[in-house]
């Protein structure tokens, strides 16, 4: 059985601005392109949100 991950539209908007700022058009980027920029975001994402709980 396949591991699924459904993403959620915040998560998805993250991976498109990665991909755009990587000079790729979000639409008709190549597979390995998005799965990049999918990993790229997300390890961002939680790097922000660390960050944001050591200032408290």
């Known amino acids: 059985m396949a ?3 459904i ?3 915040e998560r998805q908007a ?3 601005k ?4 990587f000079g ?6 190549s597979r390995q392109a ?3 920029a ?4 997300q390890r961002s994402h939680e790097v922000i ?4 709980g050591l200032k408290r």
């Open 3 to 5: 591991n699924v991950i």
């Open 7 to 9: 993403k959620s539209s």
């Open 14 to 16: 993250r991976t498109n």
């Open 18 to 21: 990665v991909v755009r700022d």
């Open 24 to 29: 790729h058009n979000s639409s008709t980027a």
């Open 34 to 36: 998005r799965e990049y």
């Open 38 to 41: 999918e990993c790229i975001a």
């Open 49 to 52: 949100k660390k960050a944001e």
